[in-house]
């Protein structure tokens, strides 16, 4: 798929400037430099990929607002908005790896920390306490990883939970995919330059998201917040403030990780 081209309305031109502080205090954030050897990255990905797991639920409460996914199957919402969402569905869900296999964004992240020799225990026992049927709150009580990481999955699930349409687009698209390719392009810049070849498949995941969201997803999803808050003022103020919210979150877990470094113990 190509690039897609949606002409911002005022309002979300708006939007975007009234998180322009927040978003460049996160793009500044130095954890990005921080990342001085494959240990620190080792350490970062631990706990970024719990990040990179509750995005697909916070797509998948999209998918249940906006489509329908029960039976009996009946139309639902705006046939342009469910077309959106299904798109980035399966892109972000069943993707393909560097052999053109297909897999979700998560699973290639599992991946590339399987490549550095990170370690993947405390996700998987997150994943193994949700199959046999623990709350989200109650697994990540079990797990020994930092609060910020907790704080960062558990404002998402508030998010998925609240079962309002405009405001789970709008966490969704300002604080994840509009922000992400140049969250991204920090990380790469330094990456290539500190490890050169020795981190093929996370490099890959990286420039796969920028390319997805900078080119499909983030036109979409600014298109899809356009439609949910329509004239609704009081829809545009949530989304403007659930969006503050959701960056200042990430730079949170930002900080959290970065305090975690040896360099900054």
Known sequence: MGSIYYIMSKRIEALQQALQEHRQRLLKHNVYQSLETLDDLRLFMEHHVFAV??????????????TCVTLPWVPKGSPSTRRLINEIVLEEETD??????????????LRAMAEVEANTAHVEQLLTGIAE???????????????SVKAFVRNTFRVAD???????AAAFTFGREDLIPDMFR??????????????NTFIYYLDRHIQLDEEVHTPLALQMVDELCGDD???WQEALEVSKACIEQRIELWNGIRNLLPSEA
Request: charged fraction near 30%.
């Open 53 to 66: 797991w509750d995005f697909m639920s916070l797509l998948k409460a999209l998918q249940r607002e906006l």
């Open 96 to 109: 393909v790896d560097q052999q053109g296999q297909p897999v979700s964004h998560f699973e290639l992240y």
């Open 133 to 147: 049927g623990k709350k989200v709150n109650n697994a990540l009580d079990q797990l020994p990883i930092d609060p």
């Open 162 to 168: 609240s079962a309002e349409p405009h405001i789970i």
């Open 186 to 199: 920090h990380l790469i810049e330094d990456l290539n330059r500190r490890f050169p070849g020795k981190l």
């Open 233 to 235: 003022e009081d829809k």
